[in-house]
């Protein structure tokens, strides 16, 4: 996660690190260091026209790269699935689309990290993360990050995601 410091002094972290990346809702955009940000708008001005993405992806590792990514509803659905992806090399401005097989495709898991502090949908979608890690659901998650594992794991623990929440 990336700290910053916010107006009253104290630390906020925001961002879900996965390996050398850093993944953002496009709503924590604002957090963003003013280098980050004027990155990603140069990426930005690569995407195809038409393009909606709802996730940013800042790969650590490389700086010269930059993902745009299209899930399934943020708000409605719990685990959206990855649709699409655009990735921009920043100095070349090629941009590649990705679709994602809508039978298995990546999951996207704790989103409540994805948002700042501050954004009241991070209490909602925290709890549900919580009640899961309680029930054992966030073990071996390397292999949990498409959805056809996913859903095999919710079953065996006799859940259902029925849009935002779990019956």
């Not at 943020?74 to 921009?88: D, G, I, M």
Request: proline letters at 4%.
């Amino acid at each position: 996660m990336m700290d910053l410091k916010s107006d009253n002094g104290k630390r906020r972290t925001f961002g879900k690190r996965v390996g050398g990346a850093l993944y953002l809702h496009r709503s924590a955009l604002d957090a963003l260091s003013e280098e980050d940000r004027q990155h990603m708008h140069r990426a930005e001005a690569s995407i195809p026209e038409g393009f909606v993405w709802s996730v940013l992806k800042l790969d650590r590792r490389s700086s010269t790269q930059v993902s745009f990514l299209d899930y399934e509803d943020f708000e409605a659905v719990a685990f959206p699935a990855l649709k699409r992806s655009c990735t921009v090399e920043v100095n070349s401005g090629k941009a590649v689309v990705r679709r994602y097989c809508p039978d298995n495709p990546p999951i996207l898991h704790r989103k409540e990290l994805l948002l700042q502090d501050s954004d009241p949908r991070r209490t909602e979608f925290s709890d549900l993360t919580q009640r899961l890690e309680r029930l054992g659901l966030f073990k071996n998650m390397s292999r949990m990050g498409r959805r056809r594992p996913w859903e095999d794991a919710l079953m065996s623990a006799g859940l259902d995601v029925n849009g935002g929440s779990l019956d």
